[in-house]
């Protein structure tokens, strides 16, 4: 009987454990880490044996296949164990992609990746398609095949989670865009973190459909070099002959082989540039699956925006305080900084993974009044900043990030929370994050 070992107990794993178990494997899972009660709950429930704060070797090696929590890097001393003698390691995706035949509808990308797939899922499912939404947000996709029977799913994807996949396919792939992330994960090579991002189109026919950002400089530099089989859907600002969708007389439009798509740029629910091109792909990923143009652009005007990722959250004394936790690294930052309207008071800090603060150098010099250093260390930051913005004030909580802001910021400004970061040195996690500067922000 083929021994499936689920390493990390989170959301994939025990969903990757229970699809694991219904399919009649031989299952354990392990976690270094304490696993969270109700995923000891639902293990339990499926009779799924495991442990926690640690990984028993002896039950692990002897594996037929091992589905790894996207957290776990290849460089783990384990992983390189099991590669070493040559056990298969996947995602949870992976796995899940082999029991069904729901259609994949994935997107991936350094930035926008959670707001497209929501803003796709949005559309999907108020024109009455049986949707599921999974990966870096929803349930488990693993849970979800395990459980329920949707014909679609818009699946999120990580890097992390693509470095595990081989024989899955999506049936349309979106890449927004490419620009140096997690480089610490990927041996400080960014041409390794590319090549990650591009398997989302591995394993693609002309059947498939390839949706993409064509003036990305890192993607059309790839594509030059790529015999990518799937039919391409590219977009941009600007079209030229080839793109699919564009703005035109600040309409956006959408214009394929069937379908002439358009509706004003100004009536879209969530503004700025990077939001657009959002809009782009999951207009483009509604058209290829023949949704109602009504459908679509009901969708595209009344869809609510996604959580830390600059919503606004209350006025002050005449400021507004925004939250963009969401953005872990620089690019997310600069996209934040441009499309601020009055100067900022900008909290910025976290664990540092290998930045570079030249992109948004000169979006902070035009437009941040102040900054905020919230880490445990601060030494990038103010490497780099120190001797261009007179007013750099370090905290080490967010009470005191958000205190310092509300002493520091004039009438009329706006204090952006967009940390360039990720949040593991003072947070659990970059929701946490996020919560906590809203809490603050409400005590005030």
Known sequence: MNRIVILGGGESGAGAAILAKKQGFDVFLSD????????????????????????????????????????????????????????????EIEFAGRFTNAKMICITGSNGKTTTTMLTYHILTKAGLNVG?????????????????????????????????????????????????????????FQNYVDSKFRITQNQTKEDAFIFWENDPVIKAELAKRNIQSTMYPFAIERNEKTKAFIEKDELIIKTLKTLFTMPQSALAIQGLHNTYNSMAAGLTATVLNVKKENIRESLMDFQGVEHRLEYVATVRNVRYINDSKATNVNSCWYALQSMKTNVVLILGGTDKGNDYSEIEKLVLAKASALIFMGVDNSALHKYFDGKIANIVDVTSMNEAVNAAYNIAKQGESVLLSPCCASFDLFQNYEDRGKQFKSCVRNL
């Open 133 to 189: 939404l999974a990966g870096n947000v929803g349930n488990s996709l693993a849970l979800q095949v395990a459980n329920e029977n949707f014909d679609y799913y818009v699946v999120e994807l990580s890097s992390f989670q693509l470095d595990g996949m081989t024989e899955f396919k999506a049936d349309i792939a979106i890449l927004l865009n490419i620009t140096p992330d997690h480089l610490d994960r990927y041996d400080y090579n």
């Open 32 to 91: 270094l880490s304490e696993i969270k009660p109700k995923y000891k709950t639902l293990l339990n429930e499926y009779g799924i044996v495991w442990e926690e704060k640690q990984h028993s070797e002896e039950k692990i090696l002897n594996a037929t296949e091992v589905i790894k929590s996207p957290g776990i890097p290849d460089k783990a001393p384990l992983i390189k164990k099991l590669y070493a003698q040559g056990t298969p390691v996947i995602s």
